[in-house]
């Protein structure tokens, strides 16, 4: 595959994924109406240190790339298709 395709790949795929992420933690944050749900103080520690520490992670994943020379994750400009 060539490199141009691959940067093509990575922002299709990178950009749907990120969207349903978004998504997804939009539908997390509809969980704060207390007149539709109970939860507690813990609830809310619990759910948020899921999702910071796997957010962390990622974020390692990202970086231990850029290390060894590889691209980081920017759409400032979009990759033309040859």
Not at 17 to 36: I, M, P, Y
Not at 40 to 46: K, N
């Amino acid at each position: 595959m060539k490199s141009n395709e691959k940067f093509l790949k990575f922002e299709r795929i990178a950009e749907r994924r990120v969207s349903e992420v978004l998504n997804k933690l939009r539908l997390v944050g509809n969980l704060s109406d207390r007149r539709n749900y109970a939860y507690t103080e813990e609830h809310i520690r619990e759910i948020f240190d899921a999702v910071e520490s796997e957010l962390k992670a990622t974020k390692a994943r990202f970086r231990a790339e850029e290390q060894t020379g590889s691209i980081g994750f920017a759409f400032k400009k979009k990759v033309v298709a040859k």
